[in-house]
């Protein structure tokens, strides 16, 4: 973060965002093992119950894992994040 004064009461501050890796490979090396397990499992359409059951797991235990992954790969849907696994999104 850096602020600059622009004057007596005034300042700018500037934040510098993580930029996300450009190939979908780099994106898919951020994730933790439980992640990318999270991950596949969203992507073939499960939904966070049964993969909770499937991982033996709680619920918000998977919520996390998937909004954390989500972060990481810069995505806000699981068709998103199916087409950056490389699944079709039918």
Do not use: C
């Amino acid at each position: 973060m850096r602020v600059t004064p622009l004057g007596r009461d005034l300042i700018f501050i500037s934040v510098d965002a993580p930029m996300a890796p450009a190939s979908s490979a780099d994106r898919l090396s951020a994730l933790t093992p439980s992640e990318r397990a999270v991950a596949e499992l969203a992507a073939a359409g499960l939904s966070n119950r049964r993969i909770a059951e499937l991982r033996a797991a709680s619920l918000r235990t998977v919520a996390n894992q998937l909004t954390s992954l989500y972060k990481k790969l810069g995505v806000t849907s699981r068709r998103e994040l199916s087409a950056v696994l490389g699944n079709r999104a039918d």
